[in-house]
Nanobody, 127 residues
Framework: QVQLVESGGDLVKPGGSLRLSCSTS????????IGWFRQAPGKEREGIAC??????????DYSDSVKGRFTVLRDNAKKTVYLQMNSLRPEDTAVYYC??????????????????WGQGTQVTVSS
């Protein structure tokens, strides 16, 4: 069975860093893209980053809101994908989700191209 489990969410100060993990099971991670999304209360879901399958290009794609601050990394041997978040801002506060894509090369904004989702992990950026 396909499973994705996010972890690593925490309370951090503005300007700080945090690394989220997306642990996967039930499928061959190398062959699938993984996306990262976030949703704050009262706001719509936002696609922020993804990494394409390692069997295609392994390329990454980022939204303008996180480009230059966030980095997606995959470790296929550990069946885990990471989201490294630097220079965090209060507006980054949200529940963060990872999801499995159903294409080979991903887009951060293509919500309908993801078929399995994790439960989310809370990130709070506050002083």
């Amino acid at each position: 069975q396909v499973q994705l489990v996010e972890s690593g969410g925490d309370l951090v100060k503005p300007g700080g860093s945090l690394r989220l993990s997306c642990s996967t099971s039930g499928f061959f991670l190398d062959a699938y893209p993984i996306g990262w999304f976030r949703q704050a209360p009262g706001k719509e879901r936002e696609g922020i980053a993804c990494v394409s399958s390692s069997t295609s290009t392994g390329s990454t794609d980022y939204s303008d809101s996180v480009k230059g601050r966030f980095t997606v990394l995959r470790d296929n041997a550990k069946k885990t994908v990471y989201l490294q978040m630097n220079s965090l801002r209060p507006e980054d506060t949200a529940v963060y989700y990872c999801a499995r894509g159903n294409t080979h090369v991903c887009s951060h904004s293509a919500f309908d191209e993801y078929d399995f989702w994790g439960q989310g992990t809370q990130v709070t950026v506050s002083s």
